[in-house]
């Protein structure tokens, strides 16, 4: 590690921590509808869209209305992003006339973006109208995100509550993420955005003359607005094919700075608003600092192995030049602008949350290097995660940990006052399984198929890791690709697409059922057998089963990949 990339990591830390408390401490007075100025300010526009749509504020729904809810509300987004790719050609804000978008590839990214992975098989200025990019993609950006918080506020109040029937409205829970929470955020990072350079117009794409003599396209569109929310609702599907390597989409070191920090805002800000809702401000501080001691681990390994390099360039001296090159680092697929630290934190950051954004391409890391993010997403994206995801994921192994440490020492486990029973423990163990359930089924299936093995660039390990990858990826929700598998193919578009829909509610489903059965819970009394929930031997036994439980079911797929590449490239 070199002092850049010390400096680079105490930097970003130090700017998240003084961000997130305050803005903690805000989502829990605006969900949970307290007096504050943002809700005298949007009380009115509030009012008028539930009458509009006929919503009593006051009715709050048990938990199975609150998940039926959530399914026909992100169904019927599936409906309306896949029709508006199939007749985009005929919609207007289409000044270059691009095509309908086909039916598989439509299916996909309906799915990929109503389920907040962003997975794209396609590139977006060769694709995706500006109609589409906005009504369709933008939007769902929004949607997605606040659909992932009032997961995690429904959670947190069946903590919170006791013997209630109910966890919210979850229309009202919806309305507020997005109106007081994504829409400012967003509309200020795109101003910002906009200052360093993100281009934001309906122009027609632009011919150039280039220093060569000859011309170059280049795409134009809305980028600031959808750049925005693509970072601050961790989604992750770009503008540009490029994605966030595009200078049109990050143009300058603070624009990345701040893009970085922006994935992390709300999950870590939403630490502090577990604390706040619950009533104790020391549980968000376990949760939080069990996060950063992940993060940090993994980071550092992840700028470590790419500053190592490749030994086979330097053993077989194949030029002066390029052995020089990698001795000080593995640059290959590197953001050339941004360096090896930026590119490896960058690749750490969008996958421990479930952001698919990237500047480098993460096919091209060395084997050990590129297993880093592989494994962010395996973990289930809880090392703070997504928008409200990384928080119930990681609420769900606190769950678990908290089972494990009751059968050591013989006792009914508790977490914050309520019993952990046999109905939240089923609950608990299909939101853990389903998504290694959907990875390892759906890698088998594509690399015993012609059409699955078709797609990979790269043969042996590194191309059984593409396959896998793409698979944690998407049933993980995150949306990063290893780059390397040729994927908008019929097969791929469907298999991903089945995979990125059951990830998203298999897990959902499951975390509203036990925050429903823990409102309806009496809170215990605390006593000297109760195991204290804020410390630091929680931490550790928190962090203990997200490595152990969380990692264990993808060891064997893990050491067919990344492990046997890592072997055979230190082979002489």
Not at 495 to 507: P, Y
Not at 539 to 568: D, K, R
Request: glycine residues 10%.
């Amino acid at each position: 590690m070199t002092i850049h990339s010390w400096l680079l990591l105490v930097l970003f830390l130090a700017v998240l921590l003084a961000a997130i408390r305050p803005l903690g401490n805000y989502i829990a007075n605006v969900m949970e509808g307290r007096p504050h100025w943002a809700l005298r300010l949007g009380g009115p526009v509030e009012k008028r869209l539930y009458r509009l749509c006929g919503i009593r504020r006051d009715e709050e729904m048990p938990w199975l209305t609150y998940a039926l809810a959530l399914l026909l509300f992100n169904a019927l987004g599936v409906l309306a992003v896949y029709g508006l790719q199939r007749l985009q050609l005929w919609l207007p804000l289409n000044p270059q006339q691009m095509a309908n978008v086909s039916p598989d590839s439509a299916f996909n990214t309906a799915i990929s973006f109503v389920t907040n992975t962003n997975w794209q098989g396609y590139g977006g200025e060769a694709t995706m109208s500006y109609l589409v990019q906005m009504l369709g993609l933008a939007v769902q950006n929004f949607l997605s995100a606040a659909t992932g918080i009032v997961v995690a506020i429904a959670l947190i109040r069946g903590l919170a509550r006791h013997t209630a029937k109910a966890i919210g409205n979850v229309w009202v829970d919806l309305t507020r993420a997005t109106l007081y929470l994504l829409l400012p955020l967003s509309f200020i990072f795109a101003i910002f955005l906009v200052s360093q350079g993100v281009i934001q117009n309906f122009d027609a794409y632009k011919e150039v003359a280039t220093v060569e003599t000859g011309t170059q396209t280049l795409a134009m569109g809305p980028v600031a607005s959808q750049e925005a929310i693509k970072m601050v609702g961790t989604n992750g599907g770009g503008f540009f094919n490029a994605n966030s390597a595009h200078p049109y989409e990050n143009p300058t070191p603070l624009s990345n700075f701040v893009q970085m920090l922006a994935i992390f805002l709300i999950p870590g800000a939403l630490c502090f608003t577990f604390g706040n809702i619950v009533g104790d401000r020391r549980q968000g501080w376990a949760v939080l600092t069990a996060m950063l001691v992940l993060f940090v681990g993994f980071a550092i390994a992840a700028m470590y192995f790419e500053q190592q390099g490749n030994p086979k360039l330097a053993v077989l001296g194949i030029d002066q030049q390029v052995s020089a090159t990698q001795t000080g680092g593995n640059m290959e697929g590197k953001e050339t602008r941004f360096g090896i630290a930026n590119s490896a934190l960058f690749a750490t950051i969008t996958t421990a949350a479930s952001c698919g954004a990237v500047i480098s391409m993460h096919d091209s890391f060395t084997p050990l290097g590129g297993a880093v993010p592989l494994i962010m997403i395996q973990l289930g994206e809880v090392v703070f995660g997504g928008v409200g995801s990384g928080l119930y994921g990681m609420l769900i192994f606190a769950i678990l940990a908290v089972f494990i440490a009751g059968l050591m020492i013989g006792r009914t486990p508790e977490y914050l006052g309520k019993k952990i029973e046999a109905f939240e423990m089923k609950k608990t163990s299909l939101a853990i399984l389903i998504t290694p359930l959907l990875v390892l089924l759906g890698t088998a299936i594509a690399v015993m198929s012609e059409a699955g093995r078709a797609g990979i660039a790269n043969p042996g390990a590194h191309g059984f890791s593409e396959i896998l990858y793409a698979l944690s990826s998407a049933a993980n929700n995150n949306g990063s690709a290893f780059a390397g598998l040729s994927a908008n193919t019929p097969f791929y578009n469907t298999l991903l697409g089945i995979a990125m829909w059951f990830g998203r509610f298999g897990v959902i489903v499951p975390v509203l059922a036990i925050a429903g059965s823990l409102a309806a819970k009496k809170r215990l009394a605390v006593t000297s057998g109760t195991l204290p929930t804020h410390g630091p031997l929680f931490v550790v036994l928190l962090i203990g089963t997200v490595l152990l439980v969380g990692l264990l079911n993808y060891v064997p797929a893990l050491a067919l990949g990344p492990v046997v590449e890592h072997l055979v490239l230190w082979i002489k």
